[in-house]
Nanobody, 114 residues
């Protein structure tokens, strides 16, 4: 059974940066897609970024070069570096793994406010 646990959320001022990390336990297959989603209050869950086992990355339209997703296979983590944060980026950020089945973390709160 795979488990995911996010960390790194918090309060940051507009224009600031945060780095989220997702730690995986359990067996990760050779073929997978890992990613980040977010959900703001009163809104649907929204795709943020993903990375495949082949290293291909994809970002949501709103990212506009501000975020970078990366995978550290040695540490078994998935990171999301977020720069130039806006108040609209305030949400709970979830880590997701697909390897035949979907696995989700519990989420980490990101609040962008002055």
């Amino acid at each position: 059974q795979v488990q995911l646990k996010e960390s790194g959320g918090g309060l940051v001022q507009p224009g600031g940066s945060l780095k989220l990390s997702c730690a995986f336990t359990g067996t990760i297959f050779n073929l997978y897609v890992m990613g980040w989603w977010r959900q703001a209050p009163g809104k649907q869950r929204e795709f943020v970024a993903s990375i495949t086992s082949g290293g291909n990355t994809l970002y949501g339209d709103f990212v506009n070069g501000r975020f970078t997703i990366s995978r550290d296979a040695a540490k078994n983590t998935l990171d999301l570096e977020m720069n130039n944060l806006h108040p609209d980026d305030t949400a709970i950020y979830y880590c997701k793994l697909w390897q035949g089945d979907d696995y989700w973390g519990q989420g980490t709160q990101v609040t962008v406010s002055s």
